[in-house]
């Protein structure tokens, strides 16, 4: 099977030896350890790699070299590579790098051999995160790992969302982020270069070493280090371009005037705006093309210079990084400048000491991309073409489709500033006490001051679109995080074949924040005088927040080898938060994993195709802190309520929530059995992964009577269950002179609310015209879409007349009695004559069928070459922007794939509802299957062609490597979603809406030329 795939392999290309005269070499190359035949290793010469061969089927190779005295090269993935001087029949034995299986990784408050790991752990390279130019590092992730869901937005600031293992509670699903040991959920201040790598702990036997907070996947980043080597310095630049890949295919003007004349025939019509829209049509201009009046060409520049080096007793890394991104929608922009240095001190033989130290400046715009009524980019699509931006005198024009005018919202827009300043210090001292015991004291500090500014200016565009008075908003903000960890851990192993971690640690954490908003009106439009001390009106508005809350932490775990054989994993964590009332804040989270490692059994030495497999199976508990917020398990007391008593007003307080002295910890419980195979020294590697993840004691409000009077509590009485499967194959080798490899992973899961306590179903809207978009009911996936289920459009009289319902009495009824000739018709699914609220279905859900990952790299001489997609399906997608842009009633724009499908007395074949004004038609905007989409797509998120320098070339310029390259991120996304791109997150946090399309922007196309330089 081996020589017949790689054969296959072999067969995709031509080897040609570069080589004229001189003598013929022949030899063969074999395994040290079983003595097989290696097909497919590189031959080349030492003193020029152009001139080379690959061995055969038998493992034999011949090379012509000029002289006895050359050298050749001798390499294959999986093996250590060797230089032989030459000689005729040459045997070359080439020995297994045991490296790649005894990779060393990073897992919960230590690492482990990737050959002893039982949990479910999946890496990600530094070159991987670094090859897209992304907002941020999530935003990165995107695709790279199987379990792994990355929705990104077209924002510069990137706001991201990722999912390990789907969500699971109705609360936050957000992971915990781990680096250097420091946990946090904001990793903002890191730049990317910045990462030496990342591990994924996806199922609970890895995480529940975190306990109160491991339900949501743990992502463990270790930054750059120092190194005992003469100092080194790194270069890294890019800069590009940024353009929008998709706008929205909505009517010019004279096509406008058409559909708008048409919704308002025998209507009355306000005179100018008739008027206009007849100019509209004998002009035949475009008109206003308001999507491309707030968009422009973005473009992104990143600066980055990394100083490596150190001695023995000192170590050092210091990295800083400019980070400039003008995002495609005007006045929109990012600024990021950080600093980074991490030193390590060795004091004694037995005693280091260390630092990380972090800080990031971020000066930002605010644009919002998740509003239908606010974002510029969606007001821009849905206002009238016939209008222009300005009147004949230069100021704003009022727009025919009522809505606010885009052009001036995007100016505004540069007011609107967002600004943060981020420090975080991380420092440690380990000391070895004894022969594999060691002690390793963690200290990490985490400030934070956000300020942000919105000004709205006065201004006069219609009396529908007008502002009197100033107003300037400043919200300031600080965040205070420590946490301070110890860990005892003894390494020992008995009658070499017992091989014993074990792992004691306490931790305590402290999490603080405090904030002020203040309000001031009549502020000057001048930027030197827009504070709010300068507003010349008396009247402001203050509030104020504040909160804290703790945690102390034990925690135990246990790793055994026996012979390398039989892997046993244990882990319990017990977690007091003072999230809890005293008699719930205790939560203790067990976790056992088993591993057998079935290559190092005797039955499986001669299987030598077999290089690796694994058996995993684990068990285990987590919680989920991130669920319950500070003071939830009290009634919280509202303020600044006035009632007039005695003829005063005096100002009372009432109760705004009930209290639940009973809230206790939501938990996440989870299985997984996995296997990770591995072939050819692991040239071709699978992991396969299963999952059953069940969230219980999830919290959820419970209904409570009106006449309680404050709202309902939060209890424990939800549950939801997610399982799912995931796989990852990757395949390496050279050919020749061609190093490739090719990674795909996949994901499926499904999900299912398993209980929601006594509570009825949890409707959940986006639009304030509709009662609910989304339902949340046991035995359904969390927020699923609620609506009526359409049966196209009335398309002639008789199809109308004959829509009827025959009552109990023998009469008949019209089913949809004031529905005229092409307007909606929905399905009547109880049977009772009649279009209402019972008639609502299920009409899909956004959680994809499976989500994955593809890439491809390939190495020839000294180019390189890098595709990476990712890709989503079957999932849908409620495209709440078409209650505008699909609107018969004509408020506003519409797509030319509605106007070319409507019904018309011409055209009765057409599917889209008629163009109508009229009120009477209201039924034809109720939620339906009318927007519900496809929400599936492909998408070429990188592509790169990179070049490095020769080391010859660069030597008399005193330069150790040099690297250029071309990239475009975001080449193509192939989808059949109408909107402006697929990957639709929840808004405003809230997974209820997760799938809702209010206002999301695309991610846009990046193309960027970039260089890394050593010297």
């Known amino acids: 099977m081996k020589k017949f795939l790689l054969s296959i392999l072999l067969s995709l290309f031509v080897t040609c030896v570069f080589a004229q005269g001189g003598m013929k070499i022949k030899g063969h190359v074999v395994d040290k350890e079983t003595r097989e035949p290696l097909i497919g290793v590189t031959v080349v010469l030492q003193s020029s790699t152009s001139v080379g061969t690959v061995t055969d089927m038998d493992g034999a190779f011949e090379i012509t070299v000029p002289d006895s005295n050359e050298s050749l090269k001798i390499s294959s993935i999986g093996y250590k590579t060797v230089t032989v001087r030459v000689e005729q029949n040459l045997m070359v034995e080439l020995l297994p790098d045991t490296e790649v299986l005894d990779e060393v990784v990073v897992v919960g408050y230590g690492t482990m051999k990737k050959s002893d790991l039982t949990g479910s752990v999946t890496s990600i390279k530094s070159e991987d995160l670094n090859a897209i130019v992304a907002p941020n590092i999530q935003s990165s992730m995107a695709g790279r790992a199987a379990g792994v869901q990355v929705i990104s937005s077209g924002s510069v600031d990137g706001d991201v969302k990722v999912r390990v293992r789907g969500i699971g509670t109705i609360n936050n699903s957000d992971p915990l982020y781990v680096v250097d040991g420091f946990p946090t959920s904001d990793i903002s201040y890191l730049a990317s270069t910045d990462i030496a790598s990342m591990e994924i702990l996806k199922d609970a036997s890895a995480t529940a070493i975190y306990g109160s907070r491991g339900a949501n996947g743990v992502i463990l980043i270790t930054t750059n280090k120092g190194a005992d080597k003469p100092t080194k310095v790194n ?88 980070n400039s991104n003008e ?44 509003n239908m009524y606010a974002a510029t980019l969606m007001l821009a699509a849905r206002s009238a073409p016939v209008s222009p931006v300005y009147d004949q005198f230069g100021n704003w024009q009022s727009n025919m489709s009522r809505d606010s005018n885009p052009v001036r919202k995007s100016e505004h827009a540069k007011y609107d500033k967002y600004g943060r300043r981020h420090f975080v210090g991380n420092f440690f001292l380990n000391a070895d006490i004894w022969k594999g015991l060691s002690f390793k004291s963690t200290f990490g500090v985490d400030y934070s001051y956000r300020k942000q500014n919105n000004y709205v200016p006065t201004y006069n565009v219609s009396p529908q679109e007008a502002i009197t008075t100033s107003q300037l908003t400043e919200y300031r903000n600080n965040n205070l995080d420590w946490v301070w960890s110890n860990v005892l851990t003894y390494n020992f192993t008995l ?30 439009e001048n930027e030197d005088m827009r504070y709010i001390s300068a507003a010349k009106s008396n009247n402001y508005k203050a509030n104020s927040s504040q909160g804290s809350s703790s945690i102390f932490s034990t925690f135990l775990r246990l790793n055994y080898s026996l012979k390398d054989r039989y892997l046993l994993t244990a882990t319990v964590r017990s977690d007091v938060s003072s999230r809890f009332a005293k008699e719930n804040r205790r939560g203790i989270f067990p976790s056992v994993a088993l591993g057998w490692n079935i290559k190092e059994e005797g039955f499986m030495k001669d299987v030598n195709a077999v290089s690796q497999l694994k ?66 020294n692991n040239k071709l590697a699978f992991v396969l992964d299963y999952f059953v993840k069940d969230t219980k004691d999830m919290i959820v409000r419970s209904p409570i009577p009106d006449y309680m009077g404050a709202l309902a509590p939060v209890a424990n009485v939800g549950s939801m269950r997610n399982k799912g499967f995931e796989i990852t194959v990757n395949h390496n080798n050279e050919i020749g002179q061609v190093k490739y490899n090719v990674g795909l992973n996949l994901s499926f899961i499904d999900n299912e609310v398993t209980s929601l306590g006594l509570s009825t179903p949890i409707y959940k809207t986006l639009f304030d015209r509709l009662p609910s978009t ?45 529905a005229e000739l092409g307007d909606v018709k929905y399905v009547d699914r109880n049977g009772d004559g009649e279009i209402n609220e019972k008639d609502q279905t299920y009409l899909g859900n956004y959680i994809p069928t499976f989500t994955g990952g593809f890439n491809l790299g390939l190495e020839y001489k000294n180019f390189t070459f890098s595709l990476f997609a990712d890709f989503c399906y079957g999932n849908e997608i409620a495209n709440m922007n078409l209650f ?30 008629r163009l109508t004004a009229s009120t009477q038609s209201g039924q034809n905007t109720l939620f339906s299957d009318r927007y519900i989409e496809d929400g599936s797509y492909l998408r070429i998120r990188n592509v790169q062609l990179g070049y490095n320098f020769p080391k010859s070339m660069l030597k008399n310029i005193h330069f150790d490597a040099l690297r250029i390259y071309v990239s475009v991120d975001n080449l193509f996304t192939f989808t059949k979603y109408s909107g402006y791109t697929p990957e639709i997150s929840d808004q405003w946090g809230d997974p209820l809406t997760a799938g809702s399309d209010v206002g999301a922007s695309p991610l846009p196309r990046t193309m960027t030329v970039g260089l890394n330089l050593t010297f």
């Open 615 to 680: 058996l995993r199976a684990g068990w285990g508990t987590v919680g989920n802190q991130s669920s319950t917020g500070i003071g939830d398990y009290l009634s919280t007391i509202s303020n600044g309520k006035k009632y007039v008593l005695g003829g005063q007003v005096v100002e009372g307080r009432i109760p705004e929530y009930l209290s639940n002295p009973q809230l206790k910890w939501e938990v996440a419980e989870q299985y997984n059995v996995g296997v990770d195979f591995g072939l050819w």
């Open 884 to 913: 505008h842009l699909n609107s018969p009633l004509m408020g506003a724009n519409i797509l030319q794939s509605y106007y070319d499908d409507r019904w018309t007395p011409e055209t009765p074949q057409n599917n889209q509802p």
């Open 774 to 818: 989304s339902k949340t009911e046991v035995g359904h996936p969390l927020a699923s879409y609620w609506g009526y289920q359409t049966d196209g459009v009335f398309h002639t009289k008789e199809e109308l007349d004959s829509y009827t319902h025959t009552n109990a009495d023998g009469t008949v009824s019209k089913i949809q009695p004031t």
């Open 495 to 524: 009658a070499n074949m017992h091989r014993f971690t074990a792992m004691v640690g306490t931790e305590a954490t402290y999490n603080s924040f405090d904030g002020i908003e203040a309000v001031a009106f009549d502020v000057s």
């Open 235 to 322: 270069v890294n630049i890019y800069g590009g371009i940024s353009q929008i890949t998709k706008t929205l295919d909505v009517l010019d003007a004279p096509t406008y005037a058409k559909a708008r004349l048409e919704a308002y025939e025998g209507m009355a019509m306000d005179e100018s705006e008739r008027t206009i829209l007849n100019y509209a049509i004998e002009s035949n201009q475009k008109g206003t093309d308001w999507q491309k009046e707030v968009l422009r060409t973005g473009t992104v520049q990143n600066y980055n210079v990394n100083v490596v080096g150190g001695s023995e007793k000192v170590k050092y890394n210091l990295s800083t990084t400019y």
């Open 327 to 370: 995002g495609v929608l005007k006045n929109a922009f990012v600024d990021k400048f950080f600093v980074r240095l991490n030193t390590e001190y060795k004091l004694s033989k037995a005693v280091q000491f260390g630092s990380d130290i972090s800080f990031v400046d971020i000066q930002s715009s605010m644009s919002d991309l998740s």
